[in-house]
């Protein structure tokens, strides 16, 4: 596909962009999103989406993660990731805080973003002293419930200290 689209002239270009994101409102927000290269925009986005997956009568997981994987077509810088990241796990733990015993799927996902977040910044250690505090606060108010608290602990461990 990449060698049609290095043919196509600028004018035919924009056409076939705009044509695209007529189609469908994820690759016009998607669109807009990159253009404009406004990271704290995309950021207030994508945290909307992950909030409105997980606050749902059923949350959906899968959504949620969507989101995640959707911004990162957006922007590969590790803070705003992070920022995501734990933004995703805070308001699970709020979740669970409100409604109490969830079900195993749902703190195993919790526990794999959790994982995932102590790698990137251990892959990004100057990023360490921003996001800290938030990781201690999910800690501290995670339940006991299916080992969750004692799994996080543990995940938090693997966080290099200076």
């Avoid at 270009?13 to 044509?19: G, P, R, T, Y």
């Avoid at 911004?71 to 805080?97: A, C, Q, R, W």
């Avoid at 794999?112 to 996001?131: A, C, G, H, R, V």
């Amino acid at each position: 596909m990449n060698p049609e689209l290095k043919k196509l002239e600028k004018e035919e270009l924009f056409k076939l962009l705009v044509e695209l994101a007529s189609l469908n409102k994820d690759n016009a927000s998607f669109l807009q999103l990159k253009l404009q290269n406004k990271p704290e925009e995309a950021i207030t986005h994508y945290k909307k989406k992950i909030k409105d997956a997980l606050w749902q009568e059923k949350t959906n997981l899968r959504e949620a993660r969507k989101a995640l994987i959707d911004f990162k077509k957006i922007s590969t810088n590790p803070e705003h990731l992070l920022e995501l990241m734990v933004f995703y796990v805070e308001n699970g733990e709020k979740i669970d805080n409100e409604y109490g015993d969830m079900y195993e799927a749902f703190y195993s996902s919790m526990e794999t973003m959790f994982d995932q977040i102590i790698k990137t910044l251990n892959s990004n250690p100057n990023l360490i002293p921003k996001f800290k505090w938030r990781l201690d606060t999910i800690i501290e108010r995670s339940c006991e419930g299916w080992g969750h608290k004692d799994t996080l602990e543990d995940i938090y461990e693997e966080l290099k200290h200076d």
